[in-house]
Nanobody, 128 residues
Framework: QVQLVESGGGSEQAGGSLRLSCAVS????????MGWFRQPPGNEREGVAG????????YYVDSVKGRFTISRDNALNTLYLQMNGLKPEDTAMYYCAARLVHWSFGIMPLKTTSYNYWGQGTQVTVSS
């Protein structure tokens, strides 16, 4: 098992930046992939960015490419999402997710079914 705790959300104006953090504790050695997802009010949860803990390969939804960067500090067991050039359409609850090696669903780093542990979320609000 792992526990995920997000932080760093808040309110920002369009064009601004925020950095989200996700503290990971528990069986961190079994984490295979990690991801950031977001869910605007009334909409489904969508994958924003993912990272393989083994290879370091990263994955992004088209709408954030060139603006958001996912990274991981292994020593601190922390996942980050650096968000630059924020837009009002980035407003959502942002969730950190982890996939452990025993999870049987296929690996698609931006799909919710690829992950079996979730944080509680942190709100990001971008005003125009």
């Amino acid at each position: 098992q792992v526990q995920l705790v997000e932080s760093g959300g808040g309110s920002e104006q369009a064009g601004g930046s925020l950095r989200l953090s996700c503290a990971v504790s528990g069986d961190t050695g079994s984490v295979q992939y990690m991801g950031w997802f977001r869910q605007p009010p009334g909409n489904e949860r969508e994958g924003v960015a993912g990272i393989s803990t083994r290879s370091g390969s990263t994955y992004y939804v088209d709408s954030v490419k060139g603006r958001f960067t996912i990274s991981r500090d292994n020593a601190l067991n922390t996942l980050y999402l650096q968000m630059n050039g924020l837009k009002p359409e980035d407003t959502a609850m942002y969730y950190c997710a982890a996939r452990l090696v025993h999870w049987s669903f296929g690996i698609m780093p931006l799909k919710t079914t690829s992950y079996n542990y979730w944080g509680q979320g942190t709100q990001v609000t971008v005003s125009s």
